[in-house]
C-alpha cells in the first residue's frame, strides 16, 4: 500500500488534463446540443400550439360559416317554397278565373242562343195564332180579326174608369201627340169610327194612325206617355216567358 | 502459487531516472484516450436536431444523468460542477469497464491514482468554495461554531480526502485480488462472474466516489446554518444543512 509520487503527481495531472478536455469536447458541446434541441422542439411546440389555435379558430370560422350557410339555405328554401305556393295559388286563381270568364262567355253564348230562339219563337209562335185565329174567325164566323179586334176596343172605352179618363185627359193637355197604333193597317172607315169615339170619349179632335208589325195583331192608344189597348205581343211575351221558365228548369 | 502483485505502480514499462511508464499511467492514459476519442467521434457528428446518432444518444443519458445527480445533490446549477464531478464518475467507470478486458489493469487499483483523486477532490472543494463564497467567507467556516473547532476541521478535511482515497482504492484493488486468487483456485468460469461482479462493484465506486466529491464541494459551497434555495433547473426544493457525510449513500 505504496503510494508512487511520480505517479501521484502524473496522475493528477493526467486528470486535470482529463477534465480539461472533456469539459471542452463532451459536456460543453453535449449541453449546447440537449440546449439547441430543447430549443427546437419548444419552438416545434409552440408553432403546434399556434396552429392547433390557428385550426380551432378556422374550425370556429368554417362552423359559424357552416351555421350561417345551413341558415340561408333554409331561408332560401322557404322563401322558394313561399314564391312557388304564391305562384301556384296565383296560377290557380288565374284557371279559376279563366274557367269562369269562359264558363261566363259560354252562358252569355246560351242566353243569346236562348233569346234568339225564344224570340223566333214567339215571332212564328205569334203569326202563326194570328193567322190561324184569322183563318178560323173568317171561315167559322165570317168576321174579320183585325175589325173585331178594333170593335173590341170601342166597346171597351166606355168601361174604362173614371181615374183612368183623368189621367189620359191630363197627359193629352201636356202633350197634343195622340196616336193609335195598330199591327195591321186599319181601313178608312174604321178610321172615322175611332176617331169619333175618341173625341166623344176623351174630346180629342187630332188622332193619328202609325202601324207597328212588332205587334202582330192588337191595338194601342199612346197618349204622352201613358197607353192604353191590347195586342197578342203581350200573351207571346207570357209565351216566351213560360218557355224562358221551361229553359232554365231544364 | 506465485506472487499477487496489487499495485499497478510496480508494472514498469519503461524509465529513464526518475521518469517512469509504469502501467498505472500507461493504462490511465489508455483509459483517457478511450473517453477522449469517443468525444470527439460523438462530436464530430454532434447534431441538435431531433434524429441523433445512438453514441450520441448515449452520451447525452450519461451527462444528463450526471447533471441531474450533480443538481439534486449540490442544490444549485450543476454547470460549474459537472466537468469535474463527472469526469470523475467518467474515468472511474471507463476504468472498471474496461478492466474486463483481458491484459488491462485498472488505473484506480493504484493507490497513487486514488491518492491524485482524492488530492484532487481535497483541492477542488476549496476551489470552489472560495469561488462560491469568496475567500474570507470560505475560511470562516473553518472557525465555526467556535475557533477552538479550527483544528477538528483541518482534521475532518484531511482524514475525508484520505478516506475517499482509501474506499475507493480497497474496493478496486479488492476486485483485483479475488479475481487473481480465484484464477489460481478455480481457472474456469468463476473469474467470469467475479469480472462482473467487478464490472458492478467498480461503476458503484464510481458513483459513489463522484456523489462524495459533488457532496464535500457542496458543503463547502454553503454557509453553515443556511438554508439554500435551490438555483438548478427543476423545481424549487430547500436543502437543510445536516452533515453532508451523514448523506452518503451506504454499502460501501
Known sequence: ?250 | MGEISITTDEIIYWQSGWFKLNATIVFTWVVMAALILVSLWVRRRLTGTTTIPPLQNMLEVVVEAIQKQVGDVSGRNPARFVPFVGTLFLFVAGAAVLNVIPGFHSPTASLSTTAALATSVFFAVPYFGIRELGFSTYIGQYLKPTWLMLPFNIVGELSRTLALAIRLYGNMMSGAVIAAVLLAFVPLFVPVVMQLLGLITGMIQAYIFAVLAMVYIASATRTRGAVVASSHVGPEKTLSLEDPVSNQPKGE
Request: charged share 30%; aromatic share 8%.
Open chain 1, 1 to 250: 500500500m505504496n503510494i508512487d509520487w511520480f505517479t501521484f503527481v502524473a496522475q493528477i495531472l493526467n486528470f486535470a488534463v482529463l477534465v480539461y478536455v472533456l469539459s471542452r469536447f463532451l459536456y460543453g458541446p453535449i449541453t449546447r446540443a440537449m440546449a439547441q434541441r430543447e430549443e427546437t422542439i419548444a419552438a416545434r411546440l409552440e408553432k403546434a400550439d399556434l396552429q392547433q389555435r390557428e385550426a380551432a379558430i378556422a374550425e370556429a370560422r368554417f362552423d359559424k360559416l357552416s351555421t350561417s350557410l345551413e341558415h340561408q339555405r333554409s331561408d332560401l328554401f322557404e322563401q322558394a317554397q313561399a314564391e312557388a305556393d304564391l305562384a301556384r295559388k296565383k296560377l290557380v286563381q288565374e284557371a279559376r278565373a279563366e274557367i269562369q270568364a269562359r264558363r261566363d262567355e259560354w252562358q252569355q253564348s246560351l242566353l243569346r242562343e236562348q233569346s234568339t230562339l225564344i224570340n223566333l219563337v214567339r215571332e212564328r209562335a205569334g203569326q202563326q195564332v194570328v193567322a190561324i185565329s184569322r183563318s178560323a174567325l173568317s171561315r167559322l164566323a165570317d168576321v174579320e180579326l183585325e175589325e173585331q179586334t178594333i170593335m173590341s176596343f170601342l166597346r171597351k172605352l166606355p168601361q174604362f174608369s173614371a181615374e183612368q179618363n183623368d189621367r189620359i185627359k191630363q197627359d193629352s193637355v201636356r202633350n197634343q201627340r195622340i196616336e193609335i197604333r195598330t199591327g195591321f193597317g186599319v181601313a178608312d172607315a174604321l178610321q172615322q169610327e175611332l176617331r169619333a169615339a175618341l173625341k166623344d170619349h176623351f174630346g180629342f179632335e187630332q188622332v193619328t194612325f202609325a202601324t207597328s208589325e212588332e205587334m202582330i195583331c192588337g191595338i194601342e192608344l199612346h197618349v204622352g206617355g201613358s197607353k192604353i189597348g191590347w195586342s197578342i205581343r203581350e200573351y207571346l211575351e207570357s209565351l216566351a216567358d213560360e218557355l224562358e221558365g221551361m229553359w232554365v228548369k231544364e
